[in-house]
């Protein structure tokens, strides 16, 4: 056996700046969805100190992750999962009043259940919820791993630096992107195909406030798009399917394509 190959396949490893692997990173989230939500998960626990048990071997596994990813992490590892963990009863709390949210909004949703262990919406924002944790974090690249993990499943693709607020729901999802500077509102609604984009992609705008705020109560329907940094769609507006906007809307505003055959917007305000 040529030892030499071997031991610059082993330097290789230990060297990786790619580890620990996504399905390591993807795991770990599956396996803490389904603890913060046995209804979408086979686990079952015979004692409080089982699940105890459990809960602590979620805690080393992220560790395990932190430590492995020692470039993407700026901070100790240890303080990280404190943080983590100690952000985790809010973060169920937020999830909590999504799936409720999921449910209200959408006649067809027959339990809570169902939403948790069947919709989309849920399995993407639980992401963005658990990923935005490390994102706050400065951890670099595992909360990608975790989005873009929920984005194939779903077709709901949200930057985990992204900020959200309470009882948000998208209903349907597919196509859905949110991206990384947007800021969205309380009981905020969105439906397939919806873009929170930015107006430019140049390099040197990376840091920049690049996509729409949208205030609480806002719904945008499917296939809207809505561009820029300094786009605001103020609270308790409606944005109609298939709208392009780049501009502000003030609060209380319905904004819709008039007809089949016109290429201009009506703009309503809503009573």
């Not at 599956?30 to 004692?47: A, N, R």
């Not at 983590?84 to 709390?93: D, G, S, T, W």
């Not at 209380?252 to 008039?258: D, P, Q, T």
Request: hydrophobic share 35%; glycine share 8%.
């Amino acid at each position: 056996m040529d030892n030499s190959f071997t031991l610059k396949l082993y330097q290789s490893h230990k060297g990786c700046t790619g580890c620990p692997s996504p399905e390591m990173v993807n795991g770990f989230f599956v396996e803490l969805l389904g603890t913060l939500f046995p209804d979408f998960t086979k686990l079952s626990f015979g004692s409080q100190k089982e699940f105890d048990l459990h809960y602590h071997k979620l805690q080393v596994q992220l560790d395990s992750i932190l430590t492995r990813n020692n470039e993407y992490v700026v901070s100790d590892p240890d303080e990280i999962v404190e943080n983590f963990f100690n952000a985790l009863p809010e973060v169920h709390e937020k999830l909590q009043e999504d799936a409720t949210a999921m449910y209200m909004g959408d006649p067809a949703a027959k339990s809570l259940n169902e939403v948790v262990r069947t919709y989309p919406g849920f399995y993407a924002i639980a992401a963005y919820r658990i990923a935005n944790i490390l994102s706050l974090e400065k951890v670099k690249v595992i909360p990608r791993i975790i989005t873009e993990h929920a984005h194939s499943k779903t077709g709901i693709d949200i930057h985990p630096a992204a900020t959200i607020g309470r009882s948000f729901c998208v209903d349907h999802g597919t196509g859905v992107v949110i991206g990384e500077t947007s800021v969205i509102g309380n009981h905020v609604k969105l439906y397939q195909g919806v873009t929170l984009g930015a107006l430019s992609v140049r390099k040197e705008d990376a840091e920049k406030k690049r996509h729409p705020t949208l205030e609480d109560n806002v719904v945008i329907y499917s296939g809207a798009t809505i561009l820029g940094g300094e786009t605001i769609i103020g609270k308790n507006s409606i944005i109609g399917g298939n709208v392009w906007l780049t501009e502000s809307v003030e609060p209380n505003s319905k904004i819709y394509y008039k007809n089949k055959t016109s290429n201009g917007i009506q703009t309503e305000l809503i009573d």
